[in-house]
Nanobody, 130 residues
Framework: QVQLVESGGGSVQAGGSLRLSCAAS????????MGWFRQAPGKEREGVAH???????SYGDSVKGRFTISRDNAKNTLYLQMDSLKPEDTAMYYC????????????????????????WGKGTQVTVSS
């Protein structure tokens, strides 16, 4: 079992930055793929970025070059640095964990399939104004 708690969301103007954090419980955190997803009202959940246990990363096309995912296994924490934010980045952002077995089988395609992911946080809201 893995429990995930996101923090760091808020309101920012276009062009600004935010850093999201996701605190994970569980002694096997380092074995999981970790990911960030987002969902705007009326839209499907979208993969933003994910990182495997070897710290290989994958990003959604809409955030490449602007967002950076990282993990600190000693602190059981996942991060998402978001720079050059745009109004279209406004959404609820969710942290998710994927078992090592499924990650090794589906990485990097797992970013496009939220249904594969085993555990989810409750989300943190990001609002970007123009």
């Amino acid at each position: 079992q893995v429990q995930l708690v996101e923090s760091g969301g808020g309101s920012v103007q276009a062009g600004g930055s935010l850093r999201l954090s996701c605190a994970a419980s569980g002694s096997t955190y380092s074995r999981y793929c970790m990911g960030w997803f987002r969902q705007a009202p009326g839209k499907e959940r979208e993969g933003v970025a994910h990182i495997d246990s070897a710290r290989s990363t994958s990003y959604g096309d809409s955030v490449k070059g602007r967002f950076t995912i990282s993990r600190d296994n000693a602190k059981n924490t996942l991060y998402l640095q978001m720079d050059s934010l745009k109004p279209e980045d406004t959404a609820m952002y969710y942290c998710a964990a994927l078992s090592g077995f499924l990650c090794s089988r589906y990485f990097p395609a797992a970013l496009t399939n939220p249904n594969l992911w085993n555990y989810w946080g409750k989300g943190t809201q990001v609002t970007v104004s123009s």
